[in-house]
């Protein structure tokens, strides 16, 4: 059962300061990224306006949503006069630069025009990145990335990391153009801020499509950045780093996991630099990597990190907590020893603590995954859970839940009526478990369906065993409920397409035969159940 509830759910992130003393400090080095929170949909990030600039003059959010005008010194207006005129439009003066980079120029002008790109591609209101890359403009930075000085390499790779947040074909020619072997080349940079700009942009690459996500591993992006772990990093490069290696992961179809394996011995790296976000970046990997089966597993066992992902439970951070539910959730999927590792780092504990009323939907589905791996295990990690003060509030989640936690709770309780022990099986009817498997049927859903027919029997099956005074209290107990009623019903509408287990409920627990002899397996919804 849980080797089916895993592939479920595989197949089912103005007045401005003195411009001089910004541009000096660019010159010197001391780049400050502003880095645009990730959007869920596409996890890719663009490079902004720095945030001394937005602070000095606010108003530039809340503009018109064309792109920005900008200063241009008095040697680009000398260069080309239209530039200080108020006759043509900002899009107009943006051609003109655009055609400018695109002539030889000097290192002082082409330094002048490639910072005016990179504040113009850092714009939230709608930037030209698709007509930099269709003009062919990107083609010079690219150029510019590979053979200029530092300082103008540097604003190019800004520009860079923003081209690569168009949309997938303009990307792609990007990609045709040379800039994924640019970057590539500059990873080996003295320059921590340049290399950080170039792991940056193929974080946006690798998120792009499977084949652009594929294509970077080939280049193996992998091993040059552990390369880089190996040097003494900024704690932005840090972050980026992690990011990159978990965008690795997205996709279907998922990537080699053996691409990862020796990413793991730097894992302790990225959750000693107590940055959240390398810290989540690197669980979303983990993630991936505990989803491939036993093995690997066992590969994350060895690093020495579960504990760490086990404090993690506790966190203030909400998306931490969710992802360590998802890791310890993954590793008891695993074997029976894989699992105890996993109840001894406290996840069964913590469990308790984290499904309060309070916790986030999503936070109390990925409770209710974990806990029916646990379920899913031996008599004795099924009893444990039992045993647990908050396993009520997991019964109730049965009927007081929406449809989706419902269903949730229901494959838990289902997977405890598989540990082929009696005692333990029958130990359920503590709680108003059969009551709540009866009204499951409700539900219509197909999987929860043969789910509760499994159940049922087991739990049937079980009292079976454990007779008192000759009678089968748990068959007894079901058919008061009504239940007997429930798959006669079922079993004289939908005769042909009920579960085998529904005919063998009947037969074998009430003596009830149906004069349809062969029974096939129930492969779709019927259009409805409809109950006495």
Request: aromatic letters at 8%.
């Amino acid at each position: 059962m849980i080797e089916s509830r895993i592939e479920e759910r595989n197949n089912n992130y103005q007045k401005l300061p003195d411009y001089s003393t910004v541009l000096q400090k660019r010159e010197e080095g001391a780049i400050q990224l502003r880095k645009k929170k990730r959007t869920e949909n596409t996890l890719k990030k663009r490079a902004l306006l720095a945030p001394e600039i937005i602070e000095a003059d606010p108003s530039l959010l809340e503009r018109p949503k064309t792109p920005l005008n900008f200063r241009y010194s008095s040697t680009l207006i000398e260069l080309c006069p239209a530039l200080g005129t108020f006759d043509i439009s900002p899009n107009d003066k943006i051609s003109i630069l655009f055609e400018l980079i695109k002539k030889p120029q000097n290192l002082e002008i082409t330094s002048e025009l490639v910072k005016l790109l990179r504040k113009i591609f850092s714009s939230e209101q709608n930037p030209p990145l698709a007509e930099a890359v269709t003009s062919g403009v990107s083609i010079v930075l690219i150029e510019l990335l590979r053979t200029a000085p530092l300082y103008i390499k540097l604003e190019a790779a800004w520009c860079i990391i923003n081209l690569t947040c168009s949309p997938p074909d303009v990307a792609d020619l990007l990609i045709q153009q040379g800039a994924a072997q640019a970057l590539l080349e500059n990873l080996d940079s003295d320059s921590l801020d340049l290399v950080d700009l170039c792991v940056w942009a193929f974080g946006n690459i690798a998120t792009n499509s499977v084949k652009d996500r594929n294509m970077v591993i080939k280049m193996k992006i992998i091993d040059k950045l552990l390369q880089i772990c190996e040097r003494k990093m900024t704690n932005t490069l840090i972050e980026d780093i992690s990011w990159v290696i978990s965008c690795l992961t997205m996709h279907n179809p998922p990537t080699d996991p053996n691409e990862f394996y020796k990413f793991l011995d730097y894992l302790p790296i990225f959750f000693e630099a107590n940055n959240n976000r390398a810290i989540e970046d690197s669980c979303k990997t983990l993630v991936f990597l505990t989803n491939q089966g036993s093995e690997w597993i066992d590969k994350v066992i060895k690093t020495g990190l579960l504990p760490k992902i086990a404090e993690l439970l506790v966190s203030s951070v909400a998306s931490l907590q969710f992802l360590a539910l998802k890791i310890l959730g993954n590793v008891a999927t695993g074997d029976e020893e894989q699992t105890d590792l996993a109840i001894n780092l406290g996840l069964a504990d913590q469990i308790g603590q984290v499904l309060m009323p309070t916790a986030v939907s999503s936070v109390k589905m990925e409770c209710l995954w974990a806990i029916s791996n646990i379920l899913a295990g031996t008599a004795a990690q099924v009893t444990l859970i039992i045993n647990k003060p908050y396993f009520p509030k997991i019964v109730n989640l049965m009927i007081d839940s929406d449809s989706a936690m419902r269903k949730e709770a229901i494959w838990a309780i289902s997977n405890a009526t598989f540990c082929k022990d009696p005692e333990t099986i029958l130990s359920l009817l503590q709680f108003p478990v059969l009551e709540y498997f009866t009204e499951a049927f409700e539900l219509n859903d197909i999987k929860i369906y043969h789910s509760v027919i499994s159940a049922i029997y087991n739990i049937l099956k079980s009292g079976q065993q454990r007779l008192k005074n000759g009678k089968n209290l748990a068959a007894v107990k079901f058919e008061e409920l009504g239940g007997v009623e429930i798959l006669e019903e079922i079993f004289r509408k939908h005769g042909d397409a009920a579960s085998k287990k529904t005919q063998r409920i009947l037969e074998e627990f009430y003596g009830i035969i149906e004069e349809d002899e062969e029974i096939q397996i129930l492969t779709e919804v019927p259009a409805t159940f409809i109950f006495s």
